[in-house]
C-alpha cells in the first residue's frame, strides 16, 4: 500500500518539477514574474530531481546559471541516500559502530565546572 502511495508521489512530483521548469522558462522569455530558484529547488529535493533535470534539458532553462545548476545536481545525493538506507543494512551497521562511543559518552565523570559561561566584561556587567 505504501509502495503505491510513494510511487503516486514520485510521478506527481516529477510531473510538477517538468512543468514548474517550462512555465518559468515561458515567464523568463515572456519577461513576466518568474518562480523563485528556492520553489524550483524544492521540487528537486522532495523527489522530482528526474522531473526537474528533464525539465533543465528540455526547455533549456537554467543550464548556465551558477550556482543553481550545482546545486540542483548536488540534489541527486538526498534521495540516493534515502535509497541507500531503504535497502542496505547501513542504519544498524552504522548504529554498531557509533553504539561503543555513545556508551563512553554516557560514562564520562568528568566534573562540571562551577562557573560554565565566560565572564563578561562591559556596561551593566558589573566589572
Known amino acids: 500500500m505504501i509502495w503505491w502511495a510513494l510511487a503516486a508521489w ?5 510531473g510538477l518539477a517538468f512543468v514548474a521548469f517550462g512555465v518559468d522558462k515561458r515567464r ?3 519577461g513576466d ?6 520553489y524550483l ?3 528537486a529535493a522532495v523527489g522530482g530531481w528526474v522531473g526537474a533535470k528533464a525539465g533543465q534539458r528540455w526547455f533549456r532553462h ?8 550545482s546545486t540542483l545536481n548536488s540534489i541527486l545525493v538526498v534521495p540516493l541516500l534515502g535509497l541507500l538506507v531503504l535497502t542496505t543494512p547501513v542504519l544498524p ?3 554498531g559502530l557509533l553504539g561503543p562511543l555513545f556508551t563512553r559518552l554516557a ?3 568528568r566534573p562540571v565546572p562551577e562557573r560554565p559561561f ?3 566584561f562591559g556596561p551593566g556587567s558589573g566589572d
Open 10 to 14: 514520485v510521478v506527481a512530483v516529477n
Open 28 to 30: 523568463a522569455v515572456r
Open 33 to 38: 514574474w518568474r518562480l523563485s530558484e528556492a
Open 41 to 43: 529547488l524544492m521540487l
Open 62 to 69: 537554467k543550464t548556465r546559471k551558477e550556482p543553481f545548476r
Open 93 to 95: 551497521m552504522v548504529a
Open 107 to 109: 560514562q564520562d565523570t
Open 118 to 120: 565566560p565572564r563578561r
